[in-house]
C-alpha cells in the first residue's frame, strides 16, 4: 500500500517549497506596470535584496532563472577572449564554466572535486603566475547544490588580495541566499548572482545580479554585452519600466515582496540561525546512520557544508530505490545524485527557505523508514538523534 497521500514535501533543493503567505500573494488580478502599487513596490524589493546581500553596490533584476544570471554577470564585465578562473566544486562550477565558454571566453578551472572546498592558497599560487593579468575574474560558487559543498568567500577574496591580482570576485548565490550566512561587501565579493526559487521561496522566474563600481567599471569595456543583459538600464531607480526591458515580472514581485517581508518578520540572522540548527539535526541524523555501514557525508568536514542541501553517500547503489520508496510510499521527494560518477550511490536533501523542524524531522524518519523498507544499510536511529538535536537548540 501506499501513505502518500497528504502534504507532500518536495525536499529537492530548488524550487523550494512556497509559502501559503506567497502564493496568496501571487493570487490576484494583473495589475497596472505604468503606474500604482507594482511600480512602487519595486524600489523597495531592491533595497531589502541589497540589505539582505550586504551589498553597498547596485542591484539589477532580470525575468530569468539562474541560468540567465550566469550569463548577466559575465556579459556585463568579460569581452570575447578574456580568461577566467573557474573554481570547480562541483555540477554548478561546470555549469557556469559552460555558460562562459559559450560566450567566447576562455576559462579555466582550478578543480577542488566534490567532496572539499576551493583552496584559497591554490587559488593565490595560480593569481601569482599569471603577472600580465589575464585572468579577469574568479568565479566562486559559494554553494554548490550538487555536491553541497560551502566555499569560503572572505578566504577566497584574501587570496586573490594576497597575489596582489585586479581579478573580479563573482559570486554564485543561488543556492545559499538566504540559507547560509554571506556579505557582499564587507567579504569583498565584486558581484554576486541569486534567484528567488531557493533561499527566496518565490516561485523560479526572477533572479538578480549584485554588483559594486569595480564590475561596473568593467562594463564600460565588455564586448559581451547585449540589450537584454545590459545591466545598466535595470539599476536605473527612474527607469522602473525598463528594469524588465518591457513587462514586469507582475505576480513573481507580489510573491516576492511577501517573502522579504516573511525575512524580515523572523529577522536575518534569525532565518540563517535556523537553516544552522536544521542543518546540524540532518548532519547528525546521517553520521548516526553510517555509524554502522557505508553510508556517509558527501562533505566530510562541517565547515565545507552547506545550510541549504545535504549530498549524501549511500555506499551501495540503494540510493534510487530508497527515493522511489519515499516519494510513492510517503509523499516525500528526495534530491537526486547529480553530476556524480555514480548517481545511484547518491541523493540529496533540499533544506532552504520555508522549512521548520517538524518537516525536517519528518523527512529524516521518512528517509529512515524508506532505508528499512528497501534495505539500505544503515544504522538505525538517526532521526531520533536529530530529535535531539532540535530538542537542544529550539
Ligand atoms: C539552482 C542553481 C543554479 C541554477 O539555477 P536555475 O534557476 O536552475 O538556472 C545555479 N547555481 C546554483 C548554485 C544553484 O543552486
Redesign the pocket.
Known sequence: MSLQNGLTYLAI??PSVTPDRVLQAMHRAAPNINTGALTEMVPDIIADLNMMAHNEGYCAPYIS????V?EAALANTLSRGDLVLVLGTGH?SH??KTIAESMGIDVEVLEFGRTSPSDPEAVAARLAKDPDHRIKAVLC?????SSSVKSDVEMVRAAIDAARHPALLMV?????FGCDRFEMTPWGADLMIT?C??GLMTP?GV?FVFYNDKADKMRETANCVTHYWDWRPRTDPEMFYKFFDGTAPTHHLFGLREALAMISEEGLDMVWRRHTVLAQAIWAAVDHWGSDGPLEHNVPKTLHRSHAVTTIKTGDSGALALQEWCKTKAGLTLGIGLGMDRPDQYFRIGHMGYVNAQMILGVLATIEAGMKATGLEHAPGGAAVAAEVIAAQA
Open positions: 533543493p530548488g532563472n539562474g541560468h540567465g550566469w554548478f555549469g557556469w560558487v559559494h554553494v554548490d547544490t554564485d548565490c543561488i543556492a545559499s534567484a526559487q531557493k523560479p533572479a
